[in-house]
């Protein structure tokens, strides 16, 4: 067959490229560029990546227009409701959905990495009491390379294949650690006959005064929520994770990036925002004016859980989590939650404003997630936590995809310089005052 090529002619010159065009198994084709600049002379221009494809990946397909999410080509919905967060993990990481016991292998794994060197619980105390959660993270998680020295030669795949199990496994410890030490608590060694999530609830609440049962309903809502967290495609922390692996960096020095490129509030900040910015609107009687604010282009204020590079149409993960919304909040007794009433109608209002109807934008997958934290008891410091612990595993198949491909090259993007043209330096005593 026939490769399609794309023809760039340069109106100046009358100079022309040909170039091919790279189609995947669904979705949108790319322009191969990567002769351009040797051949042709010019570099493309593209800030924030909106038509640069910057990989070619078969682990998640998004369609931004129809709002569908697939994992590995499975629907997001059927694997919220009928999948496991782990299972989900296996197939994110291996392509396939595990068999029984490739699935109890994985699990059992998991479960047995799951402590963290004492040493490294130390270096806990050495961060200021009112840490932010996400702050110990991204420090001790990028110092795990400086304990796991058997699994940080990439180009061994077992070795890759031993640290994407244990950041999954002890993620979750890390998680519970940085929350514990930001309240004041003792911490709580994992406990290996339960669950991912369970886990991670029973390390985050329980003290060793008391007895302590993860509930049923609270372990499920997590476990869907990692799910819908688990991975999509190429969004900043994840390109983070891939451009800092690109250049032959240890895998635990790269998911560290990932956490440091989630934390901002356009990303895996915004459902700890959505909260901030609920109880700032305060009250129905307030929408509009909040809502005018989004509009007004000389304010800064933005509607945090709304809009999304990539969908213009309700995002498939907010529509799960809104029904979630209900169920746990039914379960944990505040159905009246005024956060959750003050969600719906601000929802309710956007979605009718020209404003948000225009520029497609929509509810996404942060707008609710933060109420069913809430719900669950989990402090609002801790929501983007929750989120890097569930990314992990999509950060991890990401990058081991990358590594594994025999083309793999460091990721260099170009620039278009608009500084100082040359000029010679002048010495400081002859120097005038600049500005
Ligand atoms: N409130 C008000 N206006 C908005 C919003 C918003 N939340 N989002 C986009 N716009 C406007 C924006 O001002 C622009 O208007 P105009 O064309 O008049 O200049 C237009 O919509 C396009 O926005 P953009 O900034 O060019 O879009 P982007 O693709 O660069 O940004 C986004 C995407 C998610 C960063 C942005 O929509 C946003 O800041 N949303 C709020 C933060 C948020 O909820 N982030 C979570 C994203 S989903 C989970 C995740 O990825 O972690």
């Not at 339960?194 to 029973?202: I, Q, T």
């Amino acid at each position: 067959m026939k490769t399609r090529t794309v023809t760039l002619t340069d109106n100046a010159t009358g100079k022309s490229i040909e170039l091919p065009v790279r189609e995947g198994s669904t979705g949108p084709a790319a322009i191969d560029i990567s002769r351009l600049y040797r051949e042709f002379g010019y570099l493309t221009y593209d800030p924030g990546f909106q038509s640069t494809a910057s990989c070619s990946s078969g682990i998640t397909y998004i369609d931004g227009a129809e709002g569908v999410l697939l994992y590995r080509g499975y629907p997001i919905e059927q694997l919220a409701e009928r999948s496991s967060f782990l299972e989900v993990a296996y197939l994110l990481l291996y392509g396939e959905l595990p068999a029984r016991e490739q699935f109890a292998t994985f699990q059992h794994t998991i479960t047995h990495h799951t402590m963290i060197k004492e040493s490294l619980r130390g270096f806990y105390q050495g961060f200021y009491h009112d840490a932010h959660p996400m702050a110990s993270m991204v420090g001790v998680v990028g110092s795990l390379s400086a304990f796991y020295h058997d699994s940080t030669d990439i180009t061994d795949p077992r070795h890759r294949e031993i640290a994407a199990h244990r950041m999954i496994a002890k993620m979750p410890t890390i998680a519970a650690y940085s929350y514990k030490y930001s309240v004041g608590e003792p911490f709580s060694y994992p406990q290996n006959s339960l669950g991912y999530c369970a886990n991670l609830l029973h390390m985050m609440f329980s003290v060793p005064s008391e007895e302590y049962h993860v509930d049923p309903v609270a372990q499920k809502a997590l476990d869907m929520i990692f799910i819908l967290h688990a991975d999509h495609e190429q969004n900043a922390s994840t390109a983070t994770v891939r451009l800092s692996g690109s250049s032959g960096s240890n895998p635990f020095a790269c998911i560290s990036s990932g956490i440091t490129a989630l934390w901002g509030p356009a990303h895996g900040g915004a459902n700890e925002a959505v909260v901030h910015m609920l109880s700032e609107i305060g009250d129905v009687k307030n929408i509009a004016r909040f809502i005018a604010r989004a509009k007004d282009r000389n304010d800064p204020f933005r509607l945090m859980g709304f809009g999304h590079r990539v969908y213009k149409n309700y995002d498939p993960r907010a529509k799960i989590i809104r029904k979630m919304c209900h169920e746990v909040l039914e379960k944990f007794g505040d159905t009246n939650d005024p956060c959750f009433e003050l969600a719906m109608r601000l929802e309710e209002i956007a979605l009718k404003d020209e404003y948000f109807i225009e520029r497609k934008l929509y509810p996404n997958v942060d707008f609710y997630s933060g109420i069913i934290y809430r719900a669950l008891g989990i402090p609002v410091n801790m929501f983007t936590v929750m989120f890097a612990v569930a990314r992990t595993v999509g950060w991890v198949a990401q990058w081991m995809e990358m590594i594994g491909e025999p083309d793999q090259r460091i990721g260099r993007p170009r620039q278009i310089y608009s500084g100082s043209q040359r000029r010679d330096y002048v010495p400081l005593a002859e120097r005038a005052v600049s500005g």
